[in-house]
Nanobody
Framework: QVQLVESGGGLVQAGGSLRLSCAAS????????MGWFRQAPGKEREFVTA????????RYIDSVKGRFAISRDNAKNTLYLQMNSLKPEDTAVYYC???????????????????WGQGTQVTVSS
């Protein structure tokens, strides 16, 4: 069982930056593929970015490429999402997710993730 707790959300002006963190419980964090998803008001939850357990391979949706960066610190059992040049359309609840997958595969489908955090609100004002 893995418990995930996100933090770092808040209100920021367009063009600003935020860094989200996702703290994971357990001693096998390094064996989990991790992802960030978001859900905007009135919309379906969507994939944002993910990182593999082994090798640190990453994937991003096109709308955040060059602005967002996912990273992980296995020693601290923590996943990060650095968000720069934020836009109003980035406003959403951001969720981290975990999937036991000790390999180089990056998982982008939310149906394949087993554990989810409670989410953190990111609001970008224009």
């Amino acid at each position: 069982q893995v418990q995930l707790v996100e933090s770092g959300g808040g209100l920021v002006q367009a063009g600003g930056s935020l860094r989200l963190s996702c703290a994971a419980s357990g001693r096998t964090f390094s064996m989990y593929g991790m992802g960030w998803f978001r859900q905007a008001p009135g919309k379906e939850r969507e994939f944002v970015t993910a990182i593999s357990a082994i090798g640190g391979s990453t994937r991003y949706i096109d709308s955040v490429k060059g602005r967002f960066a996912i990273s992980r610190d296995n020693a601290k059992n923590t996943l990060y999402l650095q968000m720069n040049s934020l836009k109003p359309e980035d406003t959403a609840v951001y969720y981290c997710a975990a999937r036991f997958a000790p390999n180089i595969v990056v998982v982008t489908s939310q149906r394949e993730y087993d554990y989810w955090g409670q989410g953190t609100q990111v609001t970008v004002s224009s």
